[in-house]
């Protein structure tokens, strides 16, 4: 179930999906989205910070997560940690709607997950 749940890592399937999402291509369009923002998924109990150290911090329902990312080609990229259990490194698409970020795994073609900043 804990791997099921954070295999969420940025992979949960989206409940905004009918909305109209802009694609996010750059770095520095990215860190002015999440800069000084946590990332929330309410039903989840997620809520993440996204840090330019290239850390990011959080939790997910009581389980803390931890990991690194990086922005490649277009993609952000990340590997992370929740409740000691490795999430694989994995590159997302990243797009944006109002203050939805959403994250697609395997560079657009996976799941996805939709974040609310605030």
């Not at 996010?24 to 989840?44: A, I, P, W």
């Not at 990991?67 to 698409?93: H, K, V």
């Amino acid at each position: 179930m804990k791997r099921l749940i954070l295999a969420l890592g940025l992979s949960l399937t989206a409940g905004a999906a009918s909305a109209s999402y802009a694609p996010v291509t750059d770095e520095q369009t990215f860190l002015s989205l999440v800069n000084g923002k946590e990332l929330r998924h309410r039903f989840y109990g997620i809520t993440l910070n996204v840090l330019d150290s290239g850390q990011v911090i959080g939790s997910a329902i009581g389980w803390g997560v931890e990991g690194t990312w990086s922005w490649q080609d277009g993609y952000f990229c990340r590997e992370l940690y929740w409740g000691g259990s490795l999430i694989p490194y994995n590159c997302q698409l990243v797009e944006i709607n109002d203050d939805l970020i959403r994250f697609t795994v395997d560079q657009g073609a996976g799941r996805s997950a939709a974040f609310r900043l605030r």
